[in-house]
Antibody, heavy 120, light 110 residues
Framework: EVQVVESGGGLVQPGGSLRLSCVASGFTFSSYWMSWVRQAPGKGLEWVANIKQDGNEIFYVDSVKGRFTISRDNTENSLYLQMNSLRAEDTAVYYC?????????????WGQGTTVTVSS | QSVLTQPPSVSAAPGQKVTISCSGSSSNIGKNYVCWYQQLPGTAPKLLIYENNKRPSGIHDRFSGSKSGTSATLGITGLQTGDEADYYCGSWDASLSAYFFGTGTKVTVL
């Protein structure tokens, strides 16, 4: 079964750090772009970051640039999101997402999400 | 905030049709493919339409997508209570080098 499973969410104080992990199975992880997408409570979806198959091309939403780092380990079929200098507005469910590409690219496999709460 | 605009809500009776619009610009929808995602209450989003009008395996043909210029549309025919969900469009913005989801539309079956 093709799936991605996130972990690492929790409660953290403002200014703190957290590292999210995502383990992929059922597909060749190293062949896909991967993404993190988040959803604040009661709000819409917000794309956070993308990383290319070899990790050499990365994009971030402006609001996390300089604070978050996306990375991957293809030997471990794993995706990571290092989150530093966390703010209350980073509180959200964070989804690990596989990005499929043919003519265009699309988010075709989603995890169940891991919840990050930034609060004192 | 998103660069892709959707109506906050649409509704119709069972069996009827609804359409959801997604308005963008020349740097996103006008230049790149559009996807649509369905998020049922309390669940993760699911890919519904990709490359403007293609359905992944397992998605019913009651769901359709189209694109014209800088706008895209999702159509749902034969509306069912199980279609009650939030729907999001999505597209890459070449000028901003960022992916954007639409503002989201809640579909209600009356």
């Amino acid at each position: 079964e093709v799936q991605v499973v996130e972990s690492g969410g929790g409660l953290v104080q403002p200014g703190g750090s957290l590292r999210l992990s995502c383990v992929a199975s059922g597909f060749t992880f190293s062949s896909y772009w991967m993404s993190w997408v988040r959803q604040a409570p009661g709000k819409g979806l917000e794309w956070v970051a993308n990383i290319k198959q070899d990790g050499n091309e990365i994009f971030y939403v402006d609001s996390v640039k300089g604070r978050f780092t996306i990375s991957r380990d293809n030997t471990e079929n794993s995706l990571y999101l290092q989150m530093n200098s966390l703010r209350a507005e980073d509180t959200a469910v964070y989804y690990c997402v596989r990005v499929g590409c043919s003519s265009g690219c699309y988010s075709d496999v989603w995890g169940q999400g891991t919840t990050v709460t930034v609060s004192s | 905030q998103s660069v892709l605009t959707q109506p906050p809500s649409v509704s119709a009776a069972p069996g009827q049709k609804v359409t959801i619009s997604c308005s963008g610009s020349s740097s996103n929808i006008g230049k790149n493919y559009v996807c649509w995602y369905q998020q049922l209450p309390g669940t993760a989003p699911k890919l519904l339409i990709y490359e403007n009008n293609k359905r992944p395996s397992g998605i019913h043909d009651r769901f359709s997508g189209s694109k014209s210029g800088t706008s895209a549309t999702l159509g749902i025919t034969g509306l069912q209570t199980g279609d009650e969900a939030d729907y999001y469009c999505g597209s890459w913005d070449a000028s901003l080098s960022a992916y954007f989801f639409g503002t989201g539309t809640k579909v209600t079956v009356l």
